[in-house]
């Protein structure tokens, strides 16, 4: 029998295995479970009748805290297979995850704690590696975890995809009125600090962002397939797409989601998206987050990742001869995130 009063909000702190009530608190929750004889339910005896015990008062208490795997803050995570083509170097830190399998072809190179693993640990599938993945500092290897999993998934789910989840807008989005765009709007249209609609009435329609475009400090939201043009830079921008096409953000080349800032602070970009992502060559990510229900393949620039959130409801394939940087976070503070759960005690 489980009372309202068995249920207590706090806060947990892992090293010191301790939990601190707090009513107001949503990070951590201690339940405690009882079969006693004042509930009446306490656990019948059989051998032990004949000393005179006829139950047992069972007790017991567990904590659950909500935290945010490190492998969805930085780094590249798919619901199904994951591979990653030849000749990439990861920078220490980085993490690659799938929950079904993962593939690194030939000639990856990674800094000591890389993170490469295939499903939770409890439901572990196979990781392949090609024996000649070798040079310095050492190959790509196997992590016993994904960071800071534990027994649980870093699940990368559509419904955690999907821009239809309470996405809120950044805070450099400072006006109040909203601009609804037709067809493809030209760059001047675009203006900072506000929230843009880009509407198409029927899922074969398109839209694009010319090439050369600079967007700053804009929200764009669509419902249409959506072309970048060559050289299309993205700083302080989301653009959320309701598109399901398996081509809903794509680009020819050259598309550079974040400001090359050396991982500081601000100018970071979102792609968010219920349909898949295409971007055959010269991929460009500096505090950049790409989101999506559905499949991702992208070509990597070969300088152009430091600080990147790949994350696919579905299957990621990905670049070869690229160096995928780390910024631990650092100029991604704009990304999406979703509170994940696992027993901590």
Known sequence: MLRAEDIIFGHWDGEAEKFEPDEYAFDAVMVSTARAQERTNSVGTYLLKFAGVDALDIRRISVFETYRPTCLEEG????????????????????????DHATLSSGNTCRAHHHLDAGPPRHRHSVERMESNDGSPRPCATAPTCRASSSESTRSSPACAGPGSGLLPPDYTTARSRFLLLGTPSRQRFREGHIHTIYCNSPTQKTSIHAGTELNNVVIWTNCEMKFGEGVILRNTVIVNESTSDKSFNTASGLQIGDDDDCATGGGAQLVTRGGVSIPAQLSMFGGQILAAGDISFEAEADGIQGASIVSGGRIEGSSGATMGFCNGAGMENNFEAEYFRLAF
């Open 76 to 99: 590249i995570v798919g619901e199904e297979e994951v591979v990653v083509q030849s000749g990439n170097y990861f920078a220490e830190g980085f993490c690659v995850h799938s929950n």
